[in-house]
């Protein structure tokens, strides 16, 4: 009787690219549409949603938080975040649709709440490209995290194609661009990446076999 070979299971956190890509298209596309319709519907109306931001250091700045990378100034800003924000989306999905809200949920949060404590007096912060920053610096680094060679390959692409846009982390940056949105948007990307790193690192812990001859007492 001749044993059959097993095919060995690719590990979901060492994943590259999303297993169910249509979905993951579907998800990073409807976000990225909501941008442009949460516009549209300012423009039309007028709402004047852009001062609905992140007041920083003031309790009615503070549900700005929620809001802020939902909103934009010109059209010109959301077209700006949209291919990152397409792309970046899509590759986040790598984990399936809960570890991309975790992720998400993390970005925005922290980015917000970064921003709310150290962000300009009497101004009002909007846009995602926070979340664009965060989603980016967890590609960037969940490789090294879960020790992947594929994902550290995606990350030296990325970084080659985008990784200008870490000039933004720097207070030097010019105009109205909200420096500290990008800072607080990479430190939760790799917060978040770390994050997931031991979540996924768990189960495989506890599911271990004992070692042969270890039967307990």
């Known amino acids: 009787m001749t044993a059959t070979p097993t095919r060995r299971r690719t590990d979901p956190s060492k994943r590259v690219v999303p297993p169910r890509p249509f979905g993951a298209v579907l998800v990073a596309l409807s976000f990225t549409t909501l941008l442009y319709v949460v516009e549209f519907v300012d423009r039309a109306l007028p709402a004047n949603l852009q001062h609905e931001g992140i ?5 009615s700045g503070l549900d ?4 802020a990378p939902l909103l934009h100034g010109p059209w010109s800003h ?7 924000i397409a792309l970046f989306g899509f590759l986040v999905m790598s984990g399936g649709i809960g ?9 925005w949060l ?21 979340l664009a920053f965060g989603w980016l610096a967890f590609l960037l680094v969940r490789g090294i ?32 661009v909200s420096w500290q ?5 990479a430190v939760a990307g790799v917060l978040a990446a770390w994050l997931v790193s031991r979540a996924d690192r768990a189960p495989r ?9 270890n039967l307990g007492a």
């Open 181 to 185: 949105g990008h800072l607080f948007g």
């Open 205 to 213: 812990t506890s599911a271990r076999p004992a070692l042969p001859g």
């Open 110 to 130: 922290v980015s917000g709440l970064g921003v709310w404590l150290v962000g300009p007096p009497d101004a009002v912060t909007i846009g995602a490209s926070g």
């Open 145 to 176: 995290f879960n020790r992947s060679v594929g994902q550290l390959v995606l990350a030296g692409v990325l970084f080659f194609l985008y990784g200008g846009m870490f000039w933004g982390v720097l207070p030097t940056v010019a105009g109205n």
């Open 99 to 107: 570890q991309w809200i975790a992720v998400t949920t993390t970005i």
């Open 64 to 67: 700005g938080v929620l809001w």
């Open 55 to 59: 007041e920083a250091r003031t309790l």
């Open 78 to 84: 959301v077209v700006a975040n949209t291919i990152p």
